[in-house]
């Protein structure tokens, strides 16, 4: 069972900058998890910030990093190699 989405406060905590805010959420604004006012303020500061911009864009490639590493199958002879070693290990 999935949990509710919970979306971020609209403004950022007490004694919290906006950068400080806008990066502690960058992964809920990439994830599609943000109320749509949310993804508004996210855009916005991103759009004027250069060192959160610059975030933004590390984490995406990380995200797309992960994806196409995580959908790559590793090569028949590799793959059969690995179980042969294991069957040993075990045996």
């Known amino acids: 069972?999935?949990?509710?989405?919970v979306p971020i406060p609209h403004e950022p905590a007490a004694g919290e900058?906006?950068?400080e805010h806008a990066l502690v959420?960058?992964?809920e604004y990439l994830d599609s998890e943000m109320t749509p006012q949310d993804?508004?303020?996210m855009r916005a500061h991103?759009?004027?910030?250069?060192?959160?911009?610059?975030?933004?864009s590390v984490e995406e490639?990380?995200?797309?990093?992960v994806r196409r590493s995580c959908a790559e199958r590793a090569p028949e002879t590799l793959r059969i190699r690995i179980r042969?070693?294991?069957t040993i290990m075990t045996t």
């Not at 069972?1 to 989405?5: A, N």
């Not at 490639?61 to 990093?65: E, P």
Request: aromatic share 0%; charged share 20%.
């Open 1 to 5: 069972m999935t949990e509710p989405i």
């Open 46 to 56: 991103v759009a004027h910030c250069a060192p959160c911009l610059a975030e933004l």
């Open 25 to 27: 959420h960058l992964n």
């Open 39 to 41: 993804e508004v303020r």
């Open 17 to 19: 900058t906006e950068c």
């Open 84 to 86: 042969q070693q294991l």
């Open 61 to 65: 490639l990380v995200k797309q990093l």
